[in-house]
């Protein structure tokens, strides 16, 4: 995952499908996925239904160079597993289900094959892949790590392997890996299961060598049919061979000299063969060929010219003639058991699938008969038959009088600070505009359809033609002024704009190329460059230009070949380039001169040299191996992958930075809920633009917001404009834009007051009528003292609507669909929305626009019917039945969402925090959509009469505010505040329990458990807390069965030994090891050992060492009250915090488990303490220990027990009194008396306490009574009856204390000693106690035989200082006297 956080994906593709240049194809074994690669490193999933239709499903990206090889890697059938390589020699895992990448790895070296081949030690089944490509040995890598194993390695001419195939032996436990070396030598190696089970790397080697003179050999291939022959295909001929002893059976030449580029056996007496132009061969082989038949091997011997060419069976051409750019793939698939068509699958440079079924081509048709194509599609086909188009992220600002598709997007950066994007079009105009605003626009239905022009945006027009850079410095870097944004064009020119006022402040026109990047130099480069960007043209120069001199300090222009990597070395004041052939030109920044130019080995070096002196490459665009072309498609991906990483340091500094700044004040919380990034597949590409949420950062920011908003009821925007714009409520327009002025100038000043770290936008772009206004108003241009735009529209709430409105599954129930749009403000796709997946490393999957059409096909037969149904049915439902991955990501995420929102008051999208500044009157052409809506919603049956009362006047409040800013107070805030929380409960609750019913289980992929149990202590506990939820929901939902699979399948991962003694060793081990760079201090894993400890105590106490792991625990929460006095904001806990509160939850459920084991096992700790404190002279550091430390949250634990437990505590009353009285100050208790220092204890009648000499009183179980001295901290036992007491009191005037039991059903009183040195206590003296008189009394009945009756049998009540009352609970009194 990018990090840890929660990431997803939203992806608007824009009309035009992105490029897929397809370099490999592959289709599952199931039959229903084809998979191909590209050579810009895409991957496009494709879903080929039974009668061969073909759906484009997903993009998965994550590779940085071209495809060059696919193949499985999983041969069960549940899993579908496959294994991608590129150029540049990056290896990745996929699963094909979800497009999650499951592992991914780097090698030195190019595969240009791979093959999969599994096999079996005892019951357990292995997965190999065997790797070949540009080096002289075949690879052997294990199948579900990626680590290379061993390696094949050849002894005689070793050389690079061109093809290679694998022989599956039945009879022996032997298999045969046959591979022909470039220079035309057939080898062949036995790998057998003894060698696979081997872990060891010492090479194989071969077991013979032979040469068979085919050059240039294209594939090789094994006959599955007759297990007998091999197909080998050079470019210029083929050639079928006998797999015993490698004798040639026949050859063909090429056809019309074509070069072939490969084949494969279609049946024992068939093969097919295809060409570089796309054209396919098949042949029938003749009867020497066929091992069944009589004259098998006749021909082997004779001359090759003998071996006459087999029959030309059919013929298949390409339909369409249309021009490529690289060579077509083209690839032979037979079905296995369960599926049985024969395909050949052919991609070209278009993305154009095309499939052949050659399964029932009858025997009959002779000679040169052409075969049908039964399916062909492209990526842009399946984009244009979308209906409606897959949106771009600006298209409804970007239509073209009379044309049908929209200007491209061909530039864009994103400024979070303000939430807006900056769109670079091919035209040469330049849009700023707020993303999730744009966003809704596309995505979602509402009142925004009908306004033309919407969002409020900004033109910037300067470019002759494309803009083909933006870039933002100050999101960059801070030194940079926030004003500036830099864009450079096809016009060679450079130009920095004020985003503020939309002007055009310089251009540069130094370049004599188009620009093709802009960079920002790093940090500690010299005072002047600190103020440049570097420019990079496609004229091979690099500029320096300086934002500050407005010049160009600095053109680096004598190099030979283009661009491909920048680096500094800010120390020497130098600029290294380094071009695509290898050479390095060194610049002086200062001078402009050029330092040295090198090649070779000094060249690498040099660069390598760079990324020393700074740890963090600042922007190279790749590996010098790589040309210009792939570099730039690349650059995105890069960032991409570079702001996962970015995204976990900024977060680690975050929160080190709020620890060490602890000050009570929130610490700034940096990272956006929101990344808009745009990627492109290729160079020419339009932008597709990425939308990325973290949901972690959104919850931040929500409840910082809730945290720092004023006191609602003081000043909020309603009260506001209540007060200004109320009086006159036809709201004419002079009213309107006095309200307008107040309100700006309330609002500086409640900014002021609340020095809001939220972010505000202060631009200066939107909307005409604004700036009319400004032209034409004195009085408010006058109040505003800095350029603000529109008062901010709320960017986090924005954020979180269109994200909310995205996942929510629509549909399925309808009374809550109608509470999320009416009183949530919550609205519906109007298309489907494509998400993604982030997963390892930053490698991520897009769907693609129509990813759910096949099943919509499905279910409707009518096409029309599909559409009209696709609108309202498939839209929400559509990402629950994708994949268990996506579910879990989007379950987690709106869970978690909606309980946050829910925890906020009134978290509603609907209303005056949502709305744009101050009132003015609607647009005269718009209709005013708040009227549309002013019938009263029908709402749920189950607050019916509740919701009814409210709804009315909600929707006429809002319709009023509307127009002149006033809202009628008849409007019950709470009560909408608790509808509003009511609605996202059953939000949240319908998904967490109810989607597997509402959906049906054929339509939703219920989540993963390892996802969730990943996430069971996340850093973020709204995410924690809908992981756990959902964990537990799912593992109810799939009942004991499931359960019990679940564990088999991770069974075998545990170690062996596991039993209950391990399992508490490795926990409580995990609990108390000190920190270590292994184990540091507040680790996950440590978080869960205590949770686990805390929820599973009771079967782990007997095996633990009950007194260590309390101590470890309170150890840990011991400064809880420090580190979690800021946790109510929900920002994420720093480590330290999170292992606290995981202890003390911890600590809680132990002693409300086994109370009197805590209780025991606390006052022992005590006792020792207070032992050692009096024998030892050690007094000062006594203060410092785990106990001492720990007072406040004993004091906690032990007011939980008083509460739930009150007959544990009774039972241990005298040592519950040992830890209070450790715990608590003497002095305080002295000041304030018990009552107020720990008031829980005082409700137990046993207890009394005396504050003019500060005594307690405590009765035990065993019917004697403890004394407590607060002053010396001493206590003394008076023993005085048999069973135990039930009550105790002293005597107003501390001369008497009455002690009751219930069990012997006798009252004594004790006559307290007053002497006066006793009670200076100056002799230290116990004070004597004698017993005075004892009376029966006739026992109590308890009301009921509950353990909780018994505690409150009966009381003593002194009513002067010597008559007493015995008060029963059933009103009973008996009156003593001393």
């Keep these: 995952m990018a990090g840890n956080s929660l990431v997803l994906p939203i992806v608007l593709w824009g009309r035009k499908a992105p490029t897929h240049c397809i370099s490999a194809v592959l289709l599952t074994d199931d039959g229903a996925t084809i998979v191909t690669g590209c050579h810009d490193g895409q991957i496009c999933l494709w879903d080929l239904s039974v009668d061969l239709e073909v759906n484009p499903r997903a993009l998965l990206f994550g590779h940085t ?63 190999r892949l065997l790797c070949h490509g ?7 890598v294990d199948a579900t790590s990626l680590e290379v194993l061993y390696s094949l390695v050849s002894k005689i001419s070793p050389d690079w392997i061109s093809s290679m195939s694998i022989i599956r032996s039945h009879r022996t436990q032997e298999d045969t890996v046959v591979a022909l070396s470039v220079m035309g030598i057939l080898k062949v190696w036995i790998v057998t299961s003894e060698i696979s089970g081997l872990q060891d790397t010492e090479p194989i080697f071969e077991e013979e060598s032979k040469p068979i003179y085919c050059q240039n050999c294209q594939s090789i291939s094994f006959c599955a049919f007759t297990q007998r022959s091999l197909l080998v295909v050079c470019s210029k001929y083929w050639r079928v061979f006998d797999a015993g002893d490698y004798s040639l059976l026949c050859s063909g030449p090429s056809e019309n000299g074509q070069t072939w580029t490969g084949g494969d056996f279609v049946s024992a007496d068939k093969v097919i063969i295809w060409t570089e132009n796309g054209q396919s061969y098949i042949y029938k082989l003749p009867a020497s060929c066929l091992p069944a038949s009589d004259s098998f091997r006749s021909d082997v011997g004779k001359a090759v010219e003998n071996l006459v060419p087999p029959v030309q069976h059919s013929f298949l051409d390409r339909t369409d003639k249309e021009l490529l750019i690289c060579p077509p793939v083209t690839r032979f698939f037979y079905g296995c058991k369960e599926y049985f068509h024969k395909l050949l699958i052919q991609g070209d440079s278009s993305g154009r699938l095309n499939i052949w079924n050659i399964s029932d081509t009858p025997d009959k048709q002779e000679g040169t008969g052409e075969l049908e194509m039964t399916t062909s599609v492209s990526l842009q086909e399946a984009f244009d038959k979308l209906n409606p188009c897959p949106a771009g992220i600006i298209d409804q600002l970007s239509v073209i009088p009379n044309s049908n598709e929209p200007l491209k997007v061909t530039a864009s950066v994103y400024i979070p600070a303000h939430g807006r994007l900056v769109c670079g079009r091919e035209d040469g105009s330049i849009v700023i505009v707020p993303a999730t605003q744009t966003a809704i626009v596309q995505l979602l239905q509402g009142e925004h359809m009908l306004r033309r022009g919407w969002p409020p945006h900004r033109t910037l027009r300067g470019h002759r033609n494309k803009v083909t850079c933006l870039l933002y410095p100050h999101q960059v870097s801070a030194r940079y002024d926030q004003r500036y944004l830099i864009s450079g064009g096809v016009d060679f020119s450079v130009i920095i704009w004020d985003i503020f006022s939309g002007e055009m402040k310089h251009i540069f026109c130094v370049h004599g190329g188009e620009i ?49 990597v920048i680096k500094w070395r800010p120390s020497d004041d130098y600029l290294v380039v380094g071009c695509s052939d290898g050479s390095v030109y060194v610049w002086q920044m200062d001078t402009g001169a050029l330092d040295r130019c090198v090649m070779g080995i000094t060249a690498v070096e040099i660069l390598n040299a760079c990324d020393e002196a700074t740890p963090a490459a600042v922007d190279s665009l790749s590996h010098p191996a790589v040309n210009l072309k792939q570099a730039m498609t690349r650059r995105s991906l890069a960032a991409l992958k570079n702001m996962a990483h970015h995204k976990l340091q900024t977060l680690a500094t975050n929160l080190l930075a709020s620890e060490a700044s602890e000050k009570g004040n929130l610490p700034k919380y940096s990272h956006n809920s929101l990344m808009v990034q745009a990627i492109k597949t290729n160079l020419t590409d339009p932008d597709i633009h990425v939308l990325f949420f973290d949901v972690e950062a959104l919850i931040i920011q929500l409840l910082t917001e809730e945290a720092s908003r004023p006191n609602t009821a003081l000043i909020s925007p309603e009260n506001l404009q209540k007060a200004s714009g109320g009086s006159d409520k036809g709201g004419s327009f002079l009213t309107g834009k006095r309200a307008a002025v107040l309100f700006q100038q309330v609002k500086e000043t409640i900014k002021e007051n609340i020095k809001e770290h939220l972010l505000d936008d202060e631009e200066e772009d939107e909307e005409i009528m604004r700036q009319r206004r400004e032209e034409s108003d004195p009085e408010y241009r006058a109040s505003k003292s800095k350029p603000l735009t529109l008062l901010e529209y709320n960017l986090t ?16 129930n309808d009374v809550l669909d109608e509470v999320c749009l009416d009183r949530l403000g919550m609205l519906k796709p109007h298309c489907t929305v494509s998400f993604g997946l982030l997963s390892r490393g930053g490698h991520m999957s897009l769907m693609l626009p129509g990813y759910n059409q096949a099943a919509c096909k499905l279910s409707h037969g009518k096409a029309e019917v599909g559409r009209k149904l696709l609108a309202t049915e498939g839209v929400g439902k559509g990402t629950y039945g994708v994949s268990r991955a996506v579910t879990t990501q989007h379950l987690l995420s709106i869970i978690s969402l909606a309980n946050t929102l829910m925890s906020m008051t009134n978290a509603t999208f609907i209303g005056d925090h949502m709305k744009k500044g101050p009132t003015r009157p609607p647009r005269p052409g718009t209709p005013d959509l708040s009227k549309a809506r002013g019938s009263p919603p029908t ?19 809002r319709s009023d505010a509307d127009h002149s800013g006033s809202d009628p107070a008849s409007t019950p805030a709470l009560h909408t505040c608790f509808l509003v929380n009511e609605g996202w409960s059953q939000l949240a609750a319908m998904h967490c ?31 924690r807390e809908a992981a756990q939820a959902l964990l537990l929901a799912e593992l109810r939902r799939i009942e004991q069965a499931g359960r019990k699979e679940a564990i088999d399948t991770w069974a075998p991962y545990l170690p062996q030994y596991m039993d209950h003694i391990i399992s508490r060793k490795a926990l409580t081990f995990l609990l108390l090891q000190p920190p270590s760079p292994k184990l540091p201090p507040h680790s996950t894993i440590r978080r869960t050992a205590i949770d686990l400890i805390g929820r599973g105590f009771t079967v782990w106490e007997p095996y633990m060492d009950v007194s260590a792991v309390l101590m470890g625990l309170l150890e840990l929460c011991a400064d809880a009250e420090k580190q979690l006095a800021n946790i109510t904001m929900g920002l994420p806990l720093s480590p330290a915090a999170d292992s606290a509160r995981s202890s003390r939850h911890a600590l809680s459920l132990i002693a409300t488990a086994r109370p009197p084991a805590f209780i025991t096992t606390i006052a022992k700790e005590v006792h020792r303490h207070t032992a050692l404190a009096a024998n030892t002279q050690s007094q000062q550091n006594m203060h410092t220990t785990t106990l001492a430390r720990a007072k406040g949250e004993i004091l906690r634990v032990i007011e939980i027990l008083i509460e739930k437990m009150p007959t544990d505590v009774v039972d241990l009353l005298v040592e519950v009194m040992d830890i209070i009285m450790y715990c608590l100050e003497g002095s305080l208790v002295k000041k304030k008396g018990l009552q107020e220092c720990f008031p829980a204890i005082c409700r137990f009648y046993m207890v009394s306490y005396y504050e003019r000499n500060h005594r307690i009183a405590v009765g035990a179980r065993h019917g004697s009574v403890a004394l407590y001295d607060i002053r010396t901290g001493k206590s003394q036992t008076i023993h005085g009856h048999k069973g135990p007491i039930t009550a105790v009191a002293f005597a107003p005037d501390g001369r008497y204390l009455a002690t009751y039991s219930n069990t012997d059903s006798h009252i004594s009183f004790w006559q307290m000693n007053t002497s006066l040195l006793g009670s200076i206590g100056m002799l230290n003296s116990a004070p004597q106690l004698r017993c005075i008189k004892t009376y029966q009394v006739p026992p109590v009945q308890p009301a009921s035989p509950g353990s909780h009756n018994a505690l409150r049998l009966a009381r003593l009540i002194w009513t002067s200082n010597r008559n007493v009352i015995l008060m029963a609970h059933d009103g009973k009194e008996h009156r003593f006297m001393v």
Aim: proline share 4%; glycine share 4%.
């Design 993 to 1023: 329990v109810m989607l597997p019913d509402l959906l049906g289980l054929d339509k939703f992929r219920p989540p993963l458990l390892e996802m969730l149990a990943r996430r069971w202590q996340d850093r973020c506990l709204e995410v």
């Design 134 to 140: 540009h080096y002289p040995e075949i690879l052997v």
């Design 797 to 812: 709430m924005d954020t979180a609507k269109l994200f909310m409105s995205c996942l929510h599954a629509w549909g399925l």
């Design 939 to 957: 709402s749920s049956n189950i607050v019916q009469g509740q919701i009814k009362q409210v709804a009315a006047p909600v929707v006429s409040a």
């Design 516 to 564: 093709t990047q802009l960079l920002v130099p790093p940090e500690n480069c010299s005072a002047r460059v600190q103020h440049c960007i570097c420019s990079v043209a496609s004229d091979h120069s690099v500029g320096l230009l300086s934002l500050r001199e407005k010049k160009c300090i600095m053109l680096a222009s004598r190099h030979l070949f283009p661009i491909q």
């Design 65 to 127: 160079a071209s495809i060059t090889c696919l193949s499985k890697a999983c041969a069960s059938s549940d899993k579908q597993y496959i294994v991608s390589a590129s150029e540049s020699g990056e290896m990745c895992l996929w699963d094909v289900n979800d497009g999650r990448c499951i592992e991914f790895t780097k090698l030195a070296c190019t595969h240009t094959g791979i093959q999969f081949y599994q096999f079996s030690v005892g019951n357990q089944r292995e997965g």
